[in-house]
């Protein structure tokens, strides 16, 4: 004995003329689960297989080996009992006989025959079955094809019979696996025996069904499965010319639709099976469709696997916990918290205990639809029933990120290390993802610090979960310094990490022109860092994609570099279809033109965005108003207005779905308010505040205000100067104006316009009133 692999084995010897060994190493025992079914179906006990079994099972050319050793060693001796005048038995010629058909020595296997009538012996039906049974052994189906037609040919008294058919058609079945297609020859045969069955010529039963259920492995194995199909709707509709079909034949046939992709069809035949319950499936046939519908990544793969698990309800069949655990976890990836919870009543219903897996799978459905109340009460079961683990507490912290529990989420964590169960990196960037979604960058910058107090190395996800928490607050600079450790680190940086870090720039960038006009610019110019990232993306050959330019283009648009952000959008039209623009890239895109006042660029690009078959929203409707109105357009803004209201679209075509909001009302009523000393632009403005009204986009029906008494508190000034008039025109007795009241606010109005300085809301009502009506009209405060 040596060692060989790890596991004791053995030296196997075989000898072949003349008697030169040679040693094949093979284990003594392999581990290995046999599924023997017979043909009801039923599983076989386990057992292992010895080392002479695994080699000759599997090793072909040493088959064939002692194969040919097995003939030269029967010729060799029938050779010299004819020299020597001995008489060999029958046995032994039939023996001679049968390997030289395996081997296909026909001239060998004509001699033998004809020596068998020279002893004194005749071939008889039972010759022939032990060629085709040795032919069958040795899965040599060409052979025992032939075999057939020379019985075929003898005399009258010898006929093939159901046995001699079935091992013919399993032979061919075995060779199928090297020679395919040799299935086709074993069909033909099934035809010839149902044929033969209904003219007389056989009598008796059919050919056995172990021949069928060969026949529709190899039928699966070429993917012919509406040949399976077709084969078992005649085994269930002739049980005379065709065996009724087993529980193997159904299994079989399911293996065969799903080897064939075609697992919707194999889910109809086993549910049709339980329907009809002339065969009651078994757990193991569940388990087979079951798993090629879990392998399917679709959306919707829950729904065929929880009309298994409904069947097997119907049918008494007591699943094992991991079934319901794997259709739950299937609704889980779905988003269908209610799916999952009537598959876990099932459990209940059939006294079928939950483990903790079934908890985590069902906390995991409360997370993904956002579901944080659920997700605790689940927890709350969890740690009652099975006992929690960190998967149940990852799970349930991001729930709670979904929801903007962010504080639970920390404490969760905390839990868990109190609990002194070992954490790892997802429970921690679940958790600073729950900070990053409630705008709690230093909390989540604690997380990652304490995280590394408990020696365990963030991942790249991590990294990008803390990025995107300083990026949604506008921390850039901690989402660069976060990054600049990741490089030094050598943790992979992907394309979701730098999208954080580019968005982080981006947020940024906005925040800093926040408050001023729709002409300032980012005074840190951030974009420069934005389009730094983007070379680096290049230079190392990452994937980028539509998230990755649209937030470049937005630091562009916040910084005014029009003619960058039009670059991008070139390169982005150029590129692969990965990276093609879309809405959010072109409303940057033209929210840089805007800032510049470059309107005829913006045109282009909304031009560009409607030829890519992109249907524009408000937001860029909203930004090429702006190109237009710093560009000094006001006739174009107000002829952009005017398309918009009516839904004719004579500029840019297709507004009859976009309607306006408060920020077209007030971008196009400053640009108006510019000229407002000219009589035809005091019209206009009017007109666009009486359509914004209609619209019910100001003084809407459902706010506070009334005949006598107006909010005018979060205006523009522009916007409550045309306000003023709108109101005061209302009224054709002007001594009744006496009643009505204004509310302003308190405080420096924050506005559009900057010719307005510091200038309080309420002191500019007051300005309005008494310049812009003949009698002016005084107030008090």
Not at 374 to 386: N, V
Not at 401 to 415: E, F, G, H, N, T
Request: aromatic residues 8%.
């Amino acid at each position: 004995m040596k060692q060989f692999l790890g596991v004791y084995s053995l030296l196997l010897f075989v000898f072949t003329p003349p008697f030169q060994a040679f040693l094949i190493p093979c284990p003594l025992k392999y581990k290995t689960f046999i599924k023997g079914k017979n043909i009801n179906g039923n599983v076989g006990p386990k057992r292992d297989i010895t080392a002479i079994e695994y080699h000759l099972k599997n090793d072909r050319k040493l088959r064939a080996k002692i194969l040919q050793d097995k003939w030269n060693k029967q010729l060799k001796r029938f050779k010299s009992m004819r020299e020597n005048n001995d008489s060999p038995s029958q046995r032994m010629l039939i023996r001679l006989l049968a390997l030289s058909a395996v081997m296909e020595e026909w001239s060998v296997f004509k001699t033998v025959q004809d020596s068998i009538e020279e002893y004194g012996f005749s071939s008889d039906s039972n010759t022939y079955h032990a060629i085709l049974k040795e032919c069958m052994s040795n899965g040599n189906g060409v052979a025992a094809l032939k075999v057939l037609e020379d019985m075929k040919s003898q005399s009258s008294n010898i006929k093939p019979r159901q046995e001699d058919l079935k091992l013919v058609i399993i032979a061919l079945c075995r060779q199928n696996k090297y020679s395919p297609g040799l299935w086709k020859k074993a069909l033909q045969l099934i035809y010839f025996a149902a044929a033969a069955l209904e003219k007389g010529e056989l009598v008796g039963n059919p050919v056995s069904v172990e021949a069928y259920n060969q026949l529709i492995n190899c039928m699966g194995d070429d993917n012919r499965w509406e040949d399976v199909l077709e084969l078992l709707e005649m085994m269930e509709e002739n049980s005379r010319l065709h065996p009724p079909p087993t529980l193997a034949t159904y299994d079989r046939a399911l293996s065969a639709l799903i080897s064939s992709d075609r697992v919707d069809v194999a889910t109809e035949l086993l549910l049709s099976m339980a329907e009809s319950k002339k065969i009651v499936p078994t757990v193991y046939s569940y388990e087979t469709v079951l798993s090629a519908i879990l392998r399917n990544q679709s959306r919707t793969n829950w729904k065929p696997a929880k009309k298994l698990i409904d069947s097997m309800q119907e049918l008494n069949i007591v699943a094992p916990t991991i079934f319901f655990n794997r259709v739950i976890s299937a609704c889980a990836k779905a988003r269908e918290l209610q799916a999952a919870s009537d598959v876990f009543n099932q459990m209940k219903q059939q006294n079928i205990p939950p483990d903790t897996v079934t908890y985590n799978s069902l906390i995991s459905a409360a997370a993904n639809t956002g579901r944080a109340n659920a997700a605790l009460r689940l927890f709350e079961m969890c740690k009652e029933d099975t006992g929690v683990d960190v998967i149940t507490y990852t799970n349930t912290i991001r729930a709670c990120a979904r929801d903007k529990m962010s504080k639970k989420a920390i404490q969760l964590l905390q839990d868990a290390k109190r609990s002194g169960m070992p954490l790892d990196a997802f429970i921690y960037t679940a958790t600073i993802d729950a900070c990053a979604k409630a705008c709690m960058w230093k909390d989540a910058l604690k997380v990652l610090n304490d995280m590394k107090d408990n020696n365990i190395l963030p991942n790249e996800f991590t990294f990008s979960s803390a990025i995107t928490a300083c990026g949604n607050c506008g921390q850039w600079t901690y989402a660069l310094d976060l990054l600049d450790e990741m490089k030094k680190s050598g943790i992979r940086i992907n394309t979701t990490t730098y999208n954080a870090a580019i968005t982080a720039l981006s947020k940024g960038a906005r925040q800093n022109i926040k408050g001023g006009n729709d002409t300032n610019t980012d005074n840190q110019k951030l974009w420069l860092k934005a389009t730094e990232l983007l070379e680096e993306m290049k230079s190392t050959r990452m994937r980028l994609d539509q998230y990755t330019y649209s937030a470049v283009i937005s630091c562009c648009s916040s910084g005014g570099r029009y003619q960058e952000a039009l670059s991008l959008i070139k390169e982005m039209r150029d590129g692969s279809p990965y990276v093609r623009p879309n809405l959010i890239a072109y409303t940057g895109a033209i929210s840089a033109c805007a800032r510049s006042g470059e309107w005829s660029h913006a045109l282009k690009l909304f031009v560009d965005m409607k030829a890519d078959r992109i249907q524009f929203d408000i937001v860029a409707y909203n930004a090429l108003i702006s190109a237009f109105a710093n560009a000094g357009e006001q006739d174009m803004v107000f002829q952009l207005w005017n398309d918009l209201c009516k839904g004719s679209g004579e500029i840019v075509g297709g507004t009859e779905n976009i309607f306006p909001d408060i920020i077209t009302v007030s971008t196009v009523i400053s640009s108006l308010d510019n000229g407002f000393d000219d009589e035809v632009h005091k019209l206009k403005v009017d007109d666009v505040f009486a359509d914004a009204v209609r619209k019910d986009i100001i003084f809407s029906s459902d706010s506070i205000d009334t005949e006598w008494e107006y909010d005018l508190s979060g205006m523009s000034l522009p916007v409550a100067r045309a306000a003023v008039r709108y109101i005061v025109s209302r009224f054709s007795d002007k001594n009744s104006i006496q009643d009505l009241n204004f509310i302003t606010g308190v405080g420096r109005h924050h506005q559009n316009d900057s010719k307005a300085g510091s200038t309080s809301l309420r002191d500019y009502v007051k300005e309005v009133l008494l310049l812009d009506f003949d009698p002016p009209l005084s107030c008090s405060v």
